[in-house]
């Protein structure tokens, strides 16, 4: 079945060092992917998204890279600052009547608490 | 304002009573859905809507049933609230390129 994990249930970095967050995924017919970023007490944020047909994807600060082959998926921060400590989750897209975003799964999440 | 809003924020409920979940959005997006969040399990997909004539199971229907009114609401009711439906829900929207999630209902069932 499908399955979204996380290798790691929390990670702490130092102020302005870089973070990388890993998920793994079972399906491999799953042709896109996100990340969302979930601070205390709120609702999932978009962070960055990515399609099968990519093996990298950079936004502000943050780069998606896509392994197929192992089918991983990782979210780097550059220069993480306080305000990135939150709970990080990526979610895969299984199609639907041929949509693209048909219905999401997500992992487990990964808490990332960043110290001065 | 919020795009897309849940109410209420939290509440709390006892064993057997019927409790509906309400979720309204401006986003103008046809698809909705609802999750729930668990510690340590991410989130699950409990029903999901396409259109306004289209429901859908998600993951961990039972125990759970949708409405949706309109293009701009989408409502989860628990027929008869038991303990283990304690959670953090949430409610999302979507056009083809990502969900936008609700800022969640807080349900504790005693």
């Known amino acids: 079945g499908e399955s979204v994990g996380l290798h790691l249930p929390t990670l702490s970095v130092q102020e302005g060092d870089n973070s990388i967050i890993n998920c793994a995924y079972s399906?491999?017919?799953?042709?896109?992917f996100i990340w969302y970023k979930q601070e205390s007490g709120k609702g999932p944020q978009f962070i960055i998204d990515?399609?099968?047909?990519?093996d990298k994807r950079q936004g502000q600060r943050v780069t998606v890279l896509l392994n197929k082959t192992v089918k991983h998926l990782s979210l780097q921060i550059a220069a993480t600052q306080p305000g990135d400590s939150a709970v990080y989750f990526c979610?895969?897209?299984?199609?639907?009547?041929?949509?693209?975003?048909?219905?999401?799964?997500f992992g487990r999440g990964t808490q990332l608490t960043v110290w001065p | 304002d919020a795009d897309v809003t849940q109410t209420p924020r939290n509440r709390i409920t006892k064993t057997g009573k019927r409790i509906m979940l309400e979720c309204s959005q401006t986003?103008?997006?046809?698809?909705m859905y609802w999750y729930r969040q668990d510690p340590g399990l991410g989130l699950r997909l409990i029903y999901y809507?396409?259109?306004?004539?289209?429901?859908n199971k998600g993951e961990i229907s039972d125990g759970y049933s949708v409405s949706r009114q309109a293009q701009a609401k989408f409502s989860l009711s628990l027929e008869s609230a038991i303990p283990n439906q304690t959670a953090l829900y949430f409610c999302?929207?979507?056009?083809?390129?990502?969900?936008?999630f609700g800022p969640g209902t807080r349900l504790t069932v005693l």
């Open positions: 986003k103008g997006h046809d698809r």
């Open positions: 999302a929207t979507s056009d083809n390129n990502e969900q936008f």
């Open positions: 979610a895969e897209n299984i199609k639907y009547r041929g949509s693209t975003l048909g219905r999401l799964y």
């Open positions: 399906n491999s017919a799953s042709d896109y």
């Open positions: 809507s396409f259109d306004v004539k289209d429901i």
């Open positions: 990515i399609r099968s047909n990519m």
